[in-house]
């Protein structure tokens, strides 16, 4: 099994994601960070205890990571957005499980030796924690095989500015110096996220399930789908943070995933936050750029929807 790390600032499509993976036979969670983003990153440690005890897997490591972004100080997430506990007020059991005594950045480090040329890292967060790794350690890259990143927009507007992806608006410092790092990133931009949904009919099933943790994030998704009905006009949601962890395990392909250019755009002007994707010469199909070493996902070879309910009620 490939072992994972997995960072995430613990929302709603964060619960789909972490509960995709646990029910992946093709990778092993070795470790898991948290981030302000969506909440805060101790909430989101909690929310993730909790999901982990739900799954009966509090064998996981889980590191409180950064709270604060890199250069500007954390604002209270997206209530309106994952409800004021992340997980859309729903009250999951106490778990009874502690985060560790490291930072996320000092696990994934700990981790990139411990696995060293096997770990892949999946992260769906804020990407602060990856770049304070990177600080910590800057040979880190050397020994990670490849990492998942859901963010950024390459065609498509943005969800917080008309340019700018969650993600990376929320530390676009944090993702240029992931982006800058030589390692191959997949970067999963909204582009092929919004595109993706869950509908009504879905929940049903994950309410349906006797599987504890796909009752739970069904129950979750009630709030999301209130959310969502402004983008698509009817109760359904989006599903960023699974998508990227569908493709990173392999569950879903990515077949139009140009090596491309990208620069992250971390002025204070109105383009902040946006990922600059050089997709010059990419209408016709797929080019990969010489010396790119990120992979833009723009389309995937089937909708994610009926598979990760599948997996989560196996
Ligand atoms: C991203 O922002 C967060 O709210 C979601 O969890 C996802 O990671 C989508 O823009
Ligand atoms: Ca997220």
Redesign the pocket.
């Given at each position: 099994r490939r072992p994972v790390y997995f960072d995430c600032?613990t929302?709603?499509?964060?619960s789909l994601a972490l509960a995709y993976l646990l029910a992946s036979p093709e990778i092993e969670l070795v470790g898991i960070g948290t981030v302000s983003?969506?909440v805060s990153a101790a909430q989101a440690a909690e929310n993730t205890l909790r999901i982990l005890a739900l799954a009966g897997r509090g064998d996981i490591p889980v590191a409180v990571g950064a709270h604060d972004a890199l250069t500007r100080a954390f604002e209270g997430g997206?209530p309106h957005?994952?409800g004021s506990n992340g997980i859309g007020e729903v009250e999951l059991p106490e778990s009874g499980l502690t985060a560790i005594d490291l930072d996320a950045a000092q696990l994934l480090v700990r981790l990139s030796h411990e696995y060293e040329g096997r770990l892949e890292i999946i992260t769906?967060?804020p990407t602060t924690n990856i770049a304070l790794a990177l600080r910590l350690d800057p040979t880190l890259p050397s020994r990670v095989v490849e990492v998942t990143a859901?963010?950024g927009a390459a065609f498509a507007s943005g969800?917080v500015t008309p340019v700018a992806?969650?993600?990376i608006w929320n530390d676009p410092e944090a993702a240029a110096e992931l982006i800058a790092a030589p390692w191959p990133v997949v970067l999963v931009p909204?582009d092929v996220?919004v595109e993706n949904t869950l509908e009504e009919s879905h929940r049903q099933q994950l309410l349906d399930s006797d599987r504890p943790l796909a009752r739970a994030v069904g129950e979750m998704l009630d709030f999301y789908f209130d959310f969502y009905v402004e983008l698509y006009g009817r109760r359904s949601s989006?599903l960023?943070?699974p998508l990227a962890a569908a493709i990173a395990v392999g569950g879903v392909v990515a077949t139009n995933a140009p090596l491309v250019d990208v620069v992250v755009d971390a002025t204070h002007g109105p383009g902040r936050g946006q990922t600059i994707c050089d997709l010059r010469g990419q209408r016709l199909g797929p080019v990969d750029q010489t010396g790119a070493h990120v992979r833009v996902v723009l389309g995937t070879d089937r909708p994610l929807d009926a598979h990760l309910v599948e997996r989560l009620t196996a």
């Open positions: 600032d929302g709603i499509d964060d983003g969506n997206a957005v994952h769906v967060g859901m963010g969800n992806e969650a993600n909204l996220t989006a960023h943070d």
